[in-house]
């Protein structure tokens, strides 16, 4: 079933189009701003097509780094979010973009945002390549989004299904498992 194709929901024309005019949003905001240097912080691992993506047609002078986050108690439950792999450099003074895959219940951006905005950036901001409003919990500050979705699975660009699918240039539906 998982080898089948997935429905198309975002064409890859659509993706590619929506992230250029972001890229370009985004950099003339912190050009506008006299930021001498944006560090994105990509979300392993969903994030990382995006964000090759979205960091190559960005035209201010940027720097990128990962963190890896992982989510306990999942289910219906409230999951408790734990950073498993940390930046590598201290971030006091720097201009930091939180690169995100997908906002769904909004826990893991509201962790990432509190724990990063403790270590004293000189601004810290979000973008998310999508987002279930129907599915988010909490109050996620989010200052750019690609796509907002309805309440389905959604596989493709970065994000899989068992490891399946992240590859696919597309943003497509499987069946929820
Ligand atoms: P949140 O903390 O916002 O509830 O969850 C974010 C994480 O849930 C994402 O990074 C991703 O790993 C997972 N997730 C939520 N919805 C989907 C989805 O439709 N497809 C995939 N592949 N992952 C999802």
Redesign the pocket.
């Known amino acids: 079933m998982q080898r089948d194709l997935p429905a198309v929901l975002i064409p890859e024309a659509t993706i590619q189009a929506r992230v250029q005019a972001l890229a370009r949003e985004i950099s003339a905001d912190y050009r506008d701003a006299g930021a001498e240097e944006v560090l994105l912080v990509g979300?392993l691992r969903?994030a990382f097509i995006f964000l090759a993506d979205l960091s190559r047609r960005m035209t201010v002078p940027r720097r990128v780094d990962f963190v890896m986050c992982s989510?306990y108690g999942g289910g219906t439950e409230p999951?408790s979010?734990t950073l498993v792999m940390d930046l590598r450099s201290d971030v006091r003074g720097t201009h930091i973009l939180i690169v995100?895959?997908?906002?769904?219940?909004?826990?893991?951006?509201q962790f990432l945002t509190k724990a990063l905005a403790a270590r004293g950036p000189a601004s810290l901001k979000t973008c998310a390549f999508v987002r279930?409003p129907d599915?988010v919990q909490v109050p996620v500050p989010l200052d750019y989004l690609g796509f907002d979705l309805p309440d389905?699975?959604?596989?493709g660009y970065g994000?899989?299904?068992g490891d399946f699918h992240r590859t696919l240039p597309y943003l497509g539906t499987v069946p929820t498992h």
């Not at 995100?100 to 951006?109: A, F, N, P, Q, Y």
């Not at 389905?152 to 596989?155: I, K, L, M």
């Open positions: 979300v969903g989510t999951g979010v995100e895959d997908i906002v769904d219940t909004g826990r893991t951006l279930k599915r389905v699975w959604v596989v994000l899989d299904c």
